[in-house]
């Protein structure tokens, strides 16, 4: 396997909602919700940096796809990193995803290895760590 993730799909329970979320209001790019007319088809993709995919597909089609039975969503299971270039673009994301109806859970601040975050959950209590990381150059 080569050391690369091409598309990283969360559950939502409402795909509209998550939908307005992410394009509204966070402003990521995507064609909008497609695959409608099949059952358990509706997802939307966001291009992220890199040629990455963001997707959110409902829970319960998550559950019919793979097999599983579907369960309670659990915030602390992974979170989305999303690295900026400097304190003030933490602070910009920040608000702009609490503009967006996200619950801030960790207001930013500076962290113990010197660098700057806070956390964020979106609508469906997906967790997102906004970070400025003075170890590393990023690059838009």
């Known amino acids: 396997m080569k050391p690369r993730i091409t ?3 969360i559950g939502v329970n ?3 909602r998550a939908l307005r979320f992410y394009r509204d209001g966070l402003g990521l790019r995507t064609e909008g919700i497609i695959g ?3 059952e358990h088809g ?8 890199g040629g990455s995919k963001l997707a959110i597909w409902p829970r ?18 992974f979170t989305l990193g999303h690295n900026v270039s400097s304190k003030a673009e933490v ?26 975050a806070g ?4 609508p469906d209590q997906h967790l997102w760590e906004v970070v400025w990381n003075p170890q590393w150059e990023i690059r838009d």
């Open 36 to 38: 409608k007319e099949f």
């Open 14 to 16: 409402d795909l509209e």
């Open 119 to 122: 956390y964020f959950q979106d």
């Open 60 to 77: 319960g089609s998550i559950s019919h796809d793979s097999g599983l039975p579907l369960s309670d969503p659990s915030p602390t299971e």
């Open 91 to 116: 602070d910009a994301v920040m608000e702009q995803a609490k503009n967006a109806g996200a619950v801030i859970v960790k207001p930013a601040q500076e962290t113990f290895w010197g660098g700057y």
């Open 42 to 49: 509706s997802v939307a993709f966001f291009d992220l940096h």
């Open 7 to 9: 598309v990283v799909t």
